[in-house]
């Protein structure tokens, strides 16, 4: 079932949205012992874990990425049995069920006639399992970044992975007959392992734009995919007008942390003329309650739409009666949107952040919104694509967004984690418990020297162990 979402259908998908989707998930808890959404393969220096996500083209390593995590409110139920050896009809423990843990053995003792027992081997097996809950992926355009941008918060409350798809149906190999067009193989694997996982609940494709961007074919195919229950599309007349749809289902139909509402949430606000600084705004906006709003460079889009959104915050809310506070904030993220932002009738800033180049300003907004983070993401920031993966990504854990050249590591991200050495958690023998440093994408896009200075950072911090 496919579900468009336009500016008439918000608030009926708010007013419904809550019943079917079995909650809002809670984002600040992605990341814990008991659910650590990374899982890759590590490479330890120090107390500090690196990880590179990365494959032979953008699509497959964002299927990297969501291979690399663990994705929605998924819960499990086992129901055990006991086996036992032989077949005997007294023996009444055989289909019996147990609480005990599968491999748990006991001997089980038989009447088998005129007198006499033998004793039984009976161990406890899975006899079968349920999952319940609720599983969300997100797909976006592979060729281009406009309706991505504001997707990063979507992803976070959802807890939901970021796959790229081309916009329409590809020639698809893996047929056997090798001329029929499809999704592409890989998309179309992650997206069934993802909806395989619930077996009682809800699995929704959520699609980034309009036709243009994903067409109508593509999400008919996955709409298609065994599994899936429904498909909603999220789409506007322009880049602006999709990002505060975007905005108003990620906090009116799912809710954000604090549960704020459309009129009180954080907007972030970046220019949608280009990719980096909104993909790093992204980060944020989920640390901190918010979504990403779309500036037209230094100034506004013509019909309004972001306007409108702020207009229609609230800036004062009277709390219970004793206090007034305030609890919209706006922040800018880059010079464009600071400088569309500043002296607009209306649009008070609580910060702006703007560097010297979309590196810098990426290592601001890391500085002014996270606090001592244990989660760091690097991307490239002349490539949208492993951006985009690695800002929903980064979105999930927690952790800021830096961005570097494809050659060397840049000096403002490199600065930002020199400085978050105090925020480390000590080393301890054979313990996994320090953070986690994952870079995004192939070497046309983040170079293995990055890495390498990455580990040469990491070397240089922990060379005197404290165990």
């Known amino acids: ?18 019943a079917v989707t079995l909650g809002s998930a809670a984002s600040a808890d992605v990341i814990d012992e008991d659910n650590p959404i990374i899982s890759v393969p590590v490479a330890k220096v120090g107390s500090a874990t690196l990880h590179r996500i990365a494959d ?20 499990t139920v086992y129901k055990n049995e006991w086996s036992c050896e032989g077949n005997y009809p007294q023996n009444t423990w055989d289909g019996a069920s147990t609480k005990q843990a599968t491999g748990t053995k006991i001997m089980v003792p038989v009447y088998v006639g005129k007198g006499k027992w033998i004793a039984v081997e009976c161990t406890s097996v899975v006899a079968s399992k349920t999952s319940y809950g609720r599983m969300d992926i997100i797909v976006a355009r592979a060729d281009d970044y406009p309706d991505a941008l504001a997707a990063a918060t979507l992803a976070d409350v959802l807890d939901a ?4 798809h081309p916009t329409n149906l590809v020639d698809n190999d893996s047929r056997p007959d090798h ?29 980034l734009g309009g036709t243009g961007a994903i067409s109508h074919d593509v999400e008919n195919a996955i709409d298609a995919i065994p599994g899936v229950d429904r498909t909603f599309r999220y789409q506007g007349v322009n880049r602006y007008d999709t990002a505060t749809n975007i905005a108003n289902v990620t906090v009116g139909a799912y809710g954000i942390e604090s549960g704020a509402s459309l009129r009180d949430v954080n907007v972030y606000l970046t220019t949608g003329e280009n990719f980096p600084d909104a ?37 004062w809310v009277n709390d219970d009666a004793w206090w007034i506070r305030n609890t919209s904030e706006i922040f800018a993220v880059g010079g464009p949107a600071v400088r569309a932002a500043s002296g607009s009738d209306g649009v008070d800033l609580a ?40 800002s929903g990504f980064m979105a999930n854990a927690d952790g800021p967004l830096l961005l570097t050249e494809n050659d060397s590591l840049n000096e ?28 995004f994408g192939g070497g046309q896009s983040v170079s293995m020297n990055v890495s390498n200075q990455v580990k040469a950072l990491l070397d240089e911090l922990f060379a005197s162990p404290t165990w």
Do not use: C
């Open 412 to 439: 403002y991200t490199a600065s930002y984690l020199r400085d978050n050495e105090e925020g480390y958690v000590p080393p301890q023998p054979n313990v996994d418990n320090g953070d986690t440093i994952v870079v």
């Open 179 to 207: 001329t029929s067009m499809g999704l592409h193989p890989a998309v179309e694997a992650e997206i069934a392992r993802l909806a395989g996982k619930v077996d009682k609940g809800q699995v929704t494709v959520h699609v």
């Open 56 to 75: 032979a083209d953008r699509i497959r390593t964002a299927v990297k990425a969501s291979q690399s995590a663990n994705w929605g409110s998924v819960h």
């Open 279 to 315: 993909l790093s705004a992204g980060a944020a906006a989920a640390e901190n309650d918010g979504v990403v709003l779309l500036t037209k460079g230094e100034g506004w889009d013509q019909d309004g739409f972001t306007r409108g959104f702020l207009d229609r915050l609230r800036d």
């Open 351 to 390: 910060a702006g952040y703007s560097g010297v180049n979309r590196y810098e300003t990426a290592e601001l907004v890391a500085r002014g919104t996270f606090d001592d983070p244990s989660h760091f993401g690097i991307v490239s920031g002349e490539i949208f694509a492993d951006a985009v993966i690695g």
């Open 161 to 164: 992975p970021i796959l790229l």
């Open 1 to 18: 079932m496919s579900i468009k979402i336009g500016r008439g259908a918000v608030a009926a998908l708010a007013a419904g949205a809550m």
